[in-house]
């Protein structure tokens, strides 16, 4: 039988040992990512490439639980709870509905929202200086750039014709945009024809029943659904022969004439760095919600010529990248 002292000694290093357990466990944070697109694409790769470097890998010293919605925006809602029993120590929502979601299951974890349509609009920030709620992050403009991307159709040549916006509009981001857009269509002589839809099959429906020949120019809207449907898109918008505008530069695989937009890739980059913050005492009320600045212009002289379109001069000058 073993003595006293030695049985006290037994009992500390069992009790040291399931400390040190537990220490372990709790010092490595937890990032929960919300998001309503599919696996590998790029702004997942620019969130672990910015966390990177700051010094973070995943399943090193930080875990990382990703969670990916369908089309369906209860499903959304039922991640982010899940999220929230995990007790992660910051969300990242990938998206203004993800945003949404994560901000409806929690009022006390802090919520990073990367290229969120228009923060102040959605409700996901009361001051883009001042955030004061439990949300920071970075704000794509989504209503100044759609309005750009009508411009850009309009140089494209679309004069006094009816132009398409395929949007979906149960994005809280969609809706603030259509007035203004409206009012830019006004005065560049167009009419505006919302073309709303949620799902894929949507998607689908709507682009074989767009009546292609009456039209005079498409813009596609930014969320993440379009973009998982972004071969099925920009095909039949090549076939039609249409002039039209795109919101991110991964249309251009597909066949995209023109897109307007940020690099997703970049934007998700940068939001590693309220991740830092948080993960190291800021709170989200302190951190100002950043709004991106930096927009790329791409032009497919290829498809151009495939289509007939005569790209103007100017626009080619002022293009980021022209793809010949």
Same mark, same amino acid.
């Given at each position: 039988?073993?003595?006293?002292?030695?049985?006290?000694?037994?009992?500390?290093?069992? $009790?040291?040992?399931?400390?040190?357990?537990?220490?372990?466990?709790? &010092?490595?944070?937890?990032?929960?990512?919300?998001?309503?697109?599919?696996?590998?694409?790029?702004?997942?790769?620019?969130?672990?490439?910015?966390?990177? %470097?700051?010094g973070y890998v995943d399943g090193k010293n930080v875990l990382i639980e990703w969670r990916r919605a369908s089309s369906d925006l209860a499903d959304l809602r039922s991640l982010a709870a899940e999220l929230v029993t995990r007790k992660v120590d910051?969300?990242?929502?990938?998206?203004?509905?993800? &945003?949404?979601?994560?901000?409806? $299951?929690?009022?006390?974890?802090?919520?990073?929202?990367?290229?969120?349509?228009?923060?102040?609009?959605?409700?996901? &920030?009361?001051?883009?200086?001042?955030?004061?709620?439990?949300?920071?992050?970075?704000?794509? %403009?989504?209503?100044?750039?759609?309005?750009?991307?009508?411009?850009?159709?309009? %140089?494209?040549?679309?004069?006094?014709?009816?132009?398409?916006?395929?949007?979906?509009l149960a994005n809280p981001s969609g809706p603030p945009q259509l007035e203004p857009l409206r009012q830019a269509a006004k005065t560049m002589g167009m009419t505006l024809e919302v073309v709303d839809v949620h799902t894929a099959e949507e998607i689908h429906r709507a682009l074989r029943s767009i009546p292609w020949r009456s039209i005079g120019g498409i813009v596609i809207g930014g969320d993440t659904i379009q973009l998982q449907e972004a071969d099925e898109i920009a095909r039949v918008v090549q076939r039609a022969r249409v002039p039209a505008v795109f919101p991110y530069r991964e249309y251009h695989r597909f066949g995209a004439l023109l897109s307007y937009g940020p690099n997703l890739q970049r934007v998700y980059e940068r939001t590693a760095y309220y991740v830092d913050r948080i993960l190291k005492g800021a709170k989200p009320a302190e951190l100002p919600v950043e709004q991106w600045s930096k927009f790329e212009l791409i032009v497919d002289l290829r498809i151009a010529r495939k289509m007939g379109i005569k790209v103007p001069q100017e626009l080619l000058y002022r293009a980021d990248e022209v793809i010949q």
């Open positions: 039988m073993l003595s006293r002292p030695a049985l006290c000694l037994l009992w500390t290093l069992f $009790a040291l040992t399931f400390a040190s357990v537990g220490i372990g466990d709790n &010092a490595v944070p937890k990032i929960g990512v919300l998001m309503r697109v599919a696996a590998n694409w790029p702004g997942e790769h620019g969130l672990l490439e910015g966390l990177g %470097q700051h910051v969300i990242v929502a990938f998206s203004t509905p993800a &945003a949404v979601a994560a901000l409806e $299951a929690t009022n006390t974890i802090p919520v990073v929202f990367a290229a969120a349509g228009d923060p102040l609009a959605t409700g996901l &920030a009361t001051s883009l200086a001042r955030p004061a709620g439990n949300a920071t992050g970075i704000s794509i %403009q989504a209503t100044e750039i759609a309005v750009k991307r009508f411009d850009l159709l309009h %140089q494209l040549g679309v004069r006094a014709r009816r132009v398409v916006y395929l949007v979906n």
